[in-house]
């Protein structure tokens, strides 16, 4: 069992240096002046991490290695590359990315 005498002093410890430690970049980022190249390199982050996040969610279920033995994620999530490249919104692409994959995975 665990003693909340010291559980939760370590995780209110643990949230307030975990929070410090991302608003100092905040701080920092107002008194320092960035090259171009570095704010050009900065733009591409996002697309970069959400395609981390995604892509082992869509090939890599179940195992670690590739395969398209559930077909349905890959087919839903090019229809959500579809919706978001032509509606651009964020709640319509998760919305019929995730009826589609259902309505597959109903179908099986």
């Known amino acids: 069992m665990v003693d909340m005498t010291t559980y939760w002093p370590v995780v209110l410890a643990l949230g307030i240096g975990t929070f410090l430690i991302r608003f100092s970049f905040i701080l920092i980022m107002d ?7 570095v704010h050009r390199m900065l733009r591409f982050i996002p697309a970069s ?14 195992s670690s290695v590739i395969s398209f033995e559930g077909w349905e994620r890959a087919v839903a999530a090019f229809i959500a590359v579809l919706v978001a490249w032509k509606t651009k919104n964020v709640l319509a692409t998760i919305s019929v990315g995730m009826l589609v994959f259902w309505g597959l995975q109903a179908m099986i």
Request: charged share 10%; hydrophobic share 60%.
């Open 31 to 37: 008194k320092l002046t960035l090259p171009d190249a």
């Open 49 to 62: 991490v959400l395609t981390a996040l995604i892509v082992p969610a869509v090939f890599l279920h179940g």
